[in-house]
């Protein structure tokens, strides 16, 4: 089928993009920087190019004209393709240049607001970006209010309305869980004895554990990076990343579990069509499920390290007198914490209620640029009771509005509901959560690739969940969840 | 100029394949390795299009209208701009098609013939790849025979009848050098002190010569690779790589010499036009004489070591008694061996001058393949005086034929030529051969920056070398180094 031809010759070039990236990252000399910048805007040039044309645009409709009378994954296949290509059209490349014009000097600003703690210099330029996204929203189209498209664009199907109803649902129990998490954390905590953790060792035990779950590294590996990622370089090459700190091992191997999370996921989906709907992960709320799975109900549960803790002391002899409990008490830690990069599992989601409040507003024309700084803090204070000094840490900490996304946050609590539920109803099962108890997870990771990874993005994210749990999306698995962690029995 | 900017596009994709390459051969997980394959034809079919696209002709019309008052270098450019293109457009897409075909079975065969030692399975193959290349030199041109358009691809402006000149002139006293080091080195050889020489010792060691020599670590690396080799990914941006044997840090070592004159010429190109010619090496004759130059005239001098031999036994203890004297009998053994990559710069040129001879002769249709391994051995047994006991190794041994490679090895002993007329030009001035005595190549690496590198291909090799030394190239250099260097005193 020319479609599918056409959707591999995509994928070799995105694939090859990614490639750049992952070198750019971790390897490439920094010189090369500009160079590698104008390589990588060449690649994803011809990339879109092919993906909006009038090529393309053919062999979709032959693709639409073969397929009406064949399978359903087929059917699916092909709607989804419309779809995106339909998307991707929608935009005029006028537009999308604007915008990466827009973004690239608003970054530039938002780096010295941040580092001036000063608002007013990034203002115009979010102001700007918020206009391009409204256009955006427009272009692409919407039921019932723009957001709803940027939104969709990232967790596909999601509403403003029913991603509010949720979040707003969970506000006040969160909280809740919070504060009692936060106070008795604070009382029980027993710090990890002094480093330094060598590197080499910490690496040893990474490669270990991503092993024993299931990351295949003859299709992948793991390298260091300032910030820890994971991107897929064809369907048989998912490349990992950490950072290493020599007095925190536990760092490095918490962003493992999360990023061989994301990458289980990436080798657990389809090959057969590369570049092809069947191809891709659905959606970064379904994505973020499956990090989160691996990182929190997995990597911070008490049978994980009731079977790794003992080699963990082999490898850091300053554990050896340090008993398991207080081993638990620090990858448990709750605290407030005003950065959202920094805070734990009782905490995060509360972040991004936050977010999502005020993208929410600002798309809705109920709150102006300039006093998102005040909205900001005052929602902050009534959800972790503590007020941000100052907009560094408040609305100026992170980086992706500079980059214009927005409605993209929301997607980071739909991955921990998600993991929660999808956890819930996998051990469901006797035999499963007797596995889970003894840390075998050989269950765990095919029930996974059979209800959520080898569908690709043929099923909706909300369908998904619904067929591998048998419930529609809920919080109250999550919440069930929170509690039961930080219970301060 | 528009030809400047599809040239620019070029470069942007012909070096993303180089990343992906350099990927394939450092890190890469092994099951990528079949999509990675499809990665990287695309890539490379999609830059041979530009090249050989309507709008390249058109560009360079353009351009040849505007420059034809301008200045030489840019005529220069344009020239060789046309002289390229005109050689890339000469060759059908199937003929090209019908190479990569029969030399990806030509290498199955090529495989099994030297592992079973049993020259008839190959021998179909390699007259396969003969007779495309024969029609390869017939679509390309050239004036007196048609081993002179497979020489000059390689290098620039060669000729059979010049390089036979060459050649034959020196077999008789690179012969007799030949033997007389091969005798000297066998009875005065002391061997290295045993290993282990631990690796990150030797990447220690590695590092701080090739800096030392100019190698720039911000725009570039060393790795590990099978075979050493050098990459170009960009302007800045050159990678080494380098093999670590734990008994002999001086494998690794010397292959970061010769790869490090390879990048630091690739680094000493000109930048301004990124794809056109001046951004190019002119040839692999000129490219081997800077690995060779830093590799053998620098790397096995007794300066060198008299200023690095006190680091490198701090960096092994096992050094520390073992004397300079004994450890130059090390890296300067001549040995004849029946294999080339394992030979030492005293044989190293009978083994290029062996098969210039039998290739030579098979395009002047003097000799059958069938021929080849008796034609191969005689000729062994007149050059080196002993016989090679089977055609693994002997005329199996090299993978250049198999992939349809005739008229590349001829450029190694040019380039060990043209290192030795360099080497010899640039010590004519007195406080330049006081820098070399003392070690301090301060002056070297700016001077073949203005004498070699800066010129990219706008010369051609010979003119550069001319320019250069103030001589047409000659064999009388390389003659002197071997006898000075392998002087029995």
């Not at 092919?50 to 090529?55: D, E, F, V």
């Not at 290493?244 to 999360?258: A, G, I, N, P, W």
Request: glycine share 4%; net charge negative.
């Amino acid at each position: 089928m020319k479609l599918q031809q056409l959707a591999r010759e995509h994928n070799l070039l995105s694939t090859s993009s990614a490639i750049l990236g992952w070198d750019q990252e971790t390897y490439m000399p920094e010189k090369a920087a500009a160079f590698r910048a104008d390589q990588l805007a060449l690649l994803s040039a011809r990339a879109h190019e092919l993906a909006t044309s009038p090529a393309w645009a053919a062999a979709l409709e032959e693709a639409e004209k073969i397929t009406n009378s064949t399978a359903p994954t087929e059917l699916a296949e092909i709607t989804e393709a419309r779809r995106l290509f339909d998307l991707a059209t929608k935009l005029p490349t006028e537009l999308v240049a604007e915008e990466a014009h827009t973004s690239a000097l608003a970054k530039h600003a938002w780096q010295r607001a941040r580092q001036e703690n000063d608002f007013f210099y990034f203002a115009p330029h979010l102001e700007a970006l918020v206009a391009i996204a409204k256009r955006k929203a427009e272009l692409l189209g919407y039921r019932d209010e723009p957001y709803d498209a940027l939104l969709s664009s990232c967790e596909r199907g999601a509403t403003t309305a029913a991603i509010g109803t949720l979040f707003d649902s969970l506000a006040q129990p969160i909280a809740q869980i919070a504060k009692i998490a936060v106070t008795h954390s604070t009382q029980n905590y027993v710090p990890l004895p002094a480093g330094p953790y060598p590197i080499a060792a910490q690496e040893t035990l990474n490669a270990e554990i991503a092993a024993s779950i299931g990351f295949d590294f003859h299709a992948g590996r793991i390298d260091a990076t300032a910030h820890p990622f994971c991107t897929t370089l064809g369907p048989s090459d998912v490349r990992l990343t950490t950072r290493y700190l020599e007095d925190d091992f536990t760092s490095s191997l918490f962003s493992v579990l999360h990023e061989a999370g994301h990458g289980l996921y990436e080798l657990g989906l389809p090959s057969h069509s590369p570049g092809m709907p069947s191809s891709f992960a659905v959606s970064l709320g379904i994505h973020e499920s499956q990090s989160r799975l691996w990182e929190n109900h997995i990597g911070r549960s008490l049978p994980f390290w009731e079977k790794w803790y003992p080699r963990t002391q082999e490898l850091f002899p300053q554990l050896r007198h340090h008993s398991l409990a207080d081993f638990l008490t620090h990858i448990r830690r709750a605290q407030y914490d005003f950065i959202r990069v920094e805070s734990d599992e009782a905490t995060y989601d509360l972040h991004i209620l936050l977010r999502f409040h005020l993208e929410r507003r600002i798309f809705r024309n109920e709150l102006a640029i300039a006093d998102l700084p005040t909205a900001w803090n005052d929602t902050f204070e009534q959800f972790f009771g503590i007020r941000p000094p100052n907009d560094a840490q408040g609305c100026l900490q992170d980086i992706h509005w500079s980059l214009g996304s927005f409605g993209y946050f929301p997607t980071y609590t739909l991955g921990n509901l998600n993991a929660s539920q999808l956890m819930h109803a996998f051990t469901v099962l006797p035999e499963h959560e007797r596995a889970v108890a003894q840390a075998d997870y050989t269950t765990l990771l095919p029930w996974l690739r059979n209800n959520i990874h080898q569908h690709g993005s043929l099923l909706t994210p909300a369908t998904l969940i619904h067929q591998a749990t048998g419930q529609a999306p809920s919080s109250n698995y999550h919440l069930d969840y929170l509690k039961k962690r930080y219970n301060p029995l």
